[in-house]
Each structure stands twice: as structure tokens, then as C-alpha cells.
């Protein structure tokens, strides 16, 4: 990635695309509202689902775990 984009960079390269944040939201399984919030800044996308959307929107680095598979994965620290 070239480099981090801003709220109007995401909302640029999701018109360029022709998406809308609806149809970006479907195709990423998260929630459009979140969605909306990062975009507008309501959430800054610091954890959980909106920490997913700043990263695939490229708004922030960042990896994004599954949750479930996470919390399972290593059965020595569930022990």
C-alpha cells in the first residue's frame, strides 16, 4: 500500500471503484453503520470491528484477526 489514506481518500478510492459503503461493508462482512462511523470519524478504529474496517478501507496498518479461530488456536494457553 502507498501509503495511509485519509477519511476523503477512502471515500475517493470507494466512488473510483464504484462502490458504495454499503456494498463495501457486504462484501467485507462488516457493518455498514461502523462503516459510516470510521468514514465520518466517529470511530477512530483503534479496536474490534471498526479496527477492521480503518484497515481494510487503508486508513491504518494494521492486521486483522478472526476472532473465534484467534481464541482457539494455541489449545496450551486455553489450558
Known amino acids: 500500500m502507498p501509503g495511509i489514506r485519509t477519511a476523503a481518500q477512502a471515500k475517493a478510492w470507494l466512488e473510483h471503484q464504484g462502490k458504495s459503503v454499503q456494498a463495501f461493508a457486504r462484501e467485507h462482512g462488516v457493518d455498514p453503520a461502523t462503516t459510516y462511523q470510521v468514514l465520518a470519524g466517529r470511530k477512530k478504529g483503534r479496536r474490534g470491528e471498526a479496527h477492521k474496517v480503518a484497515v481494510l478501507l487503508g486508513m491504518k496498518e494494521g492486521i486483522i484477526v478472526d476472532?473465534?479461530?484467534a481464541q482457539h488456536s494455541d489449545p496450551e494457553v486455553i489450558s
Open 67 to 69: 476472532e473465534p479461530e
